[in-house]
């Protein structure tokens, strides 16, 4: 059974930071690109970023770039966002995700607010 968990998800104030996780169980994650999508309120879910099954390659969606720091630790099954300098518009719910495989997670809440 697959699962993606993710976690750290908050509250926090313009230009803050958050470290999102994602375990990973039922596949074998050091075989597989990972990424994070996001989904804003009203919005469609978009991409953020992916890392490549090693770790050797990751890419950014623009709006990010920068700021966010894709990572994995295959030998924990997890996957890693570090985000810095958040602002208001970072705030969504953020998921980790195998789309081609058809694997998500719950998500998790990120709110950047004063």
């Known amino acids: 059974q697959v699962k993606l968990v993710e976690s750290g998800g908050g509250l926090v104030q313009p230009g803050g930071s958050l470290r999102l996780s994602c375990a990973a169980s039922?596949?074998?994650?050091?075989?597989?690109?990972m990424s994070w999508y996001r989904q804003a309120p009203g919005k469609e879910r978009e991409w953020v970023a992916t890392?490549?099954?090693?770790?050797?390659?990751?890419s950014y969606a623009n709006s990010v770039k920068g700021r966010f720091t894709i990572s994995r630790d295959n030998a924990k099954n997890t996957l890693y966002l570090q985000i810095q300098s958040l602002k208001p518009e970072d705030t969504a719910i953020y998921y980790c995700?195998?789309?081609?495989?058809?694997?998500w997670g719950q998500g998790t809440q990120v709110t950047v607010s004063s």
């Open positions: 995700a195998q789309s081609n495989l058809g694997y």
């Open positions: 039922g596949f074998t994650f050091s075989n597989y690109a």
């Open positions: 890392i490549t099954n090693l770790g050797v390659s990751t």
